[in-house]
């Protein structure tokens, strides 16, 4: 009976020693090698940014072609309430392969940076709105006087060519109104 005991305490010690040593932690070059791992970021994850009212300013009057320009606030009823219309609009303008620039006035109602970014990109991921938008930090009235803006109120749309204005509308942007974008581009053909 002591050499069954013996027997079996010496089986299972060094069944545990073995156990131990070798399969409990992972051992030097025991593991497989694999590329490591390449994360995409999300394309909406680009769609919001700071800038600068300079950065604005440039992007918008140095654009060569036609530029739609469309000013918003999360924080304005009128542009909520026009958003999937203007998603639509700027989709039929898109296969017309004009471009378009959204600027965020989040800021402009005292609203922190840090808050303000967040709020967009929701509204943007929730919209599935297929342009930019720029937050502009910096004083209004620069960003209203090196645009002309004779209306400093949103929603607020315009069309550019080569950087130059062609048509602004204060409101919120009919049928009409975008007919009336339409009839600019032709004419401005």
């Known amino acids: ?15 545990a020693k073995k156990i131990s040593k070798n399969h409990l932690f992972e051992q030097p070059q025991e593991r497989e090698k694999h590329p490591p791992v390449q994360l995409e ?15 604005i300013t440039r992007d918008i009057l140095q654009r060569k072609g036609f530029l739609l320009v469309h000013h918003w606030a999360t924080w304005c009823d009128g542009c909520m309430e026009e958003l999937d219309d203007i998603q639509q609009f700027v989709g039929s303008l898109q296969e017309e392969e004009i471009a378009t ?29 297929s342009f930019s938008s720029h937050i502009v930090k910096g004083n209004p009235d620069d960003l209203f006087a090196i645009l002309k803006l004779e ?39």
């Open 1 to 15: 009976m002591n050499i069954l005991k013996r027997s079996i305490h010496y089986i299972l010690s060094a069944g």
């Open 101 to 129: 620039y959204a600027v965020s006035w989040e800021l402009f109602n005292g609203t922190p940076p840090q808050n303000a970014l967040p709020v967009v990109q929701h509204v943007h991921d929730a919209h599935k709105l």
């Open 151 to 189: 209306e400093q109120q949103i929603p607020q749309t315009c069309i550019y060519k080569d950087g130059k204005p062609l048509f602004s509308h204060l409101g919120i942007l009919g049928k009409e109104q975008q007919e009336e974008i339409r009839n600019c581009i032709r004419e401005a053909l």
């Open 41 to 55: 970021k999300p394309t909406l994850e680009d769609s919001v940014s700071l800038a600068s009212i300079a950065d």
